[in-house]
């Protein structure tokens, strides 16, 4: 985990949290979807240089794991940075979707009989 800025400096996870080691909401797991909202609402206030980072990467919809990734940063660390967002509007949150609980046993001897032919 490196946080580095452009320019090669060391920034502190807990630098970029504000020194909190939990996040305020439980709104994000490892498949939550983000995306920034466009335009920013008014009332929020100049975002830092972390969050500006995280809302150009928002742009377009992306999963908290590829965030977190692309940031070189760890889950939690960036998971208290979108609920710093999330709370000001900046972003959306989207659940992964419930996937039916029913075994569908006839899709599932389809599956079983292909690997077979493999």
């Given amino acids: 985990m490196n946080g580095g800025d452009a320019a090669g ?12 080691t939990r996040p305020s909401r439980a709104d994000f797991t490892l498949i939550t979807m983000v995306t920034a909202v466009d335009p920013p609402p008014d009332r929020a206030a100049r975002p ?9 990467l928002c742009a377009q919809p992306v ?13 939690s660390v960036v998971c ?3 609920c710093d967002l999330l709370e000001e509007g900046r972003i959306t949150a989207h659940a992964p979707r419930q996937i039916s609980r029913t ?11 292909g690997l077979g032919r493999l």
Avoid: N, Y
């Avoid at 400096?9 to 020194?19: C, H």
């Fill in 9 to 20: 400096r060391l920034v502190r996870p807990f630098t970029l949290t504000g020194g909190r």
């Fill in 48 to 56: 830092q240089p972390e969050h500006t980072r995280i809302l150009r």
């Fill in 63 to 75: 999963v908290v794991a590829e965030l977190a990734a692309k940031l070189d940063l760890s889950v």
């Fill in 80 to 82: 208290i940075m979108l």
């Fill in 103 to 113: 075994l569908d046993m006839d899709l599932l001897q389809k599956v079983r009989d």
